[in-house]
């Protein structure tokens, strides 16, 4: 797996590499079957450092490959309603297929269309593999190109995730390293879910992250990004004075903000501008809070 971020967006414990990509090795397997509704689904696990990031639960027959729900990160199971076309068979240049439905209370549209086939090398090697090429339109848009060869799978994934104005916010591609087998479940780590919130400070949106500010600084921006969220969940920041002076009382709350989020990876900034008479100095810090509990809290300071 490698993901390329856009300006302004932080993902914590993320190492770059010298090209500002993050690489990662991810794993899936097909771990048994769960029975959902009566209907017995291969139970598709992604593993990615250890965790179990999310679980997709499918059919394979002569319609093709259906995923009829999904088991997140929290272990919530999420059912598509009706169950999503993966890969449609026959699968031939010119043949397309929508998924307009729901994913849980998401409402989800797409189109995919087999644009051709052609022959791609990736590290497990070479390939002769039908092109599909999917659009989303909501939640969010995203565009999702996948190479698939029949008889192997998906050899080669690329998503990409960009903002009204088109720059990019998120890229995630996938290409196949080693040929399916028979092998062991890896072992999988507890208690490893990633935060609720990933939150940077900056002087404004698209600046380096940083946790000292100087007296003069016209804004600080708190920028965040979910992941998991409940779409509709109250995203709010409470900025406090820890210690900055006789004048204040310890732990002085400055402000208070909130913002809806519209999906599960929604992201934002929170600002806090400088006061008429100028910043108090001393040391301060952000509370992120989701639905009224409290997932992070940022320390600053403000000197001269």
Request: aromatic share 8%; proline share 5%; with cysteine.
């Amino acid at each position: 797996m490698t993901e390329e971020i856009g300006k302004g967006l932080n993902i914590p414990d993320a190492k770059p590499d010298a090209d500002g990509k993050i690489r990662l090795p991810v794993l899936y397997r097909i771990n048994g079957t769960e029975n959902v509704d009566e209907k017995d689904l291969l139970k598709f696990e992604m593993h990615r450092a250890g965790v179990i990031t999310n679980a997709d639960l499918l059919t394979v027959d002569e319609h093709g490959i259906m995923c009829w729900a999904r088991i997140n990160l929290d272990g919530e199971l999420v059912r598509f309603d009706p169950p999503q076309t993966m890969i449609a068979i026959p699968l031939k240049k010119g043949a397309k297929w929508d998924f307009n439905g729901k994913a849980g209370e998401l409402k989800v549209d797409q189109h995919y269309d087999v644009v051709g086939d052609e022959d791609i090398k990736v590290p497990a090697g070479r390939f002769h593999v039908f092109h599909i090429h999917g659009e989303q339109m909501s939640p969010s848009p995203m565009i999702i190109d996948r190479w698939f060869a029949s008889g192997v799978g998906i050899v080669k994934d690329v998503t990409t995730m960009r903002a009204a104005n088109g720059d990019l916010l998120q890229r995630i591609s996938l290409e196949l390293v080693e040929r399916p087998k028979i092998a062991e479940r890896p072992e999988v780590k507890s208690n490893a879910a990633p935060k609720q919130l990933s939150v940077s400070l900056a002087k404004d949106w698209f600046g380096k992250p940083m946790t000292t500010f100087s007296s003069n600084t016209s804004e600080i921006y708190a920028r965040w990004r979910g992941q998991r969220l409940r779409k509709g969940a109250n995203v709010k920041a409470v900025w406090i004075a820890e210690n900055i002076g006789e004048d204040f009382p310890q732990d002085y709350k400055v402000d208070e903000v909130s913002a809806v989020a519209e999906s599960p990876t929604a992201h934002g900034a929170f600002t806090l501008a400088r006061p008429k008479d100028g910043w108090a100095l001393g040391d301060y810090r952000v509370e992120l809070y989701v639905d009224d509990v409290l997932v992070d809290a940022v320390k600053l300071k403000i000197a001269k």
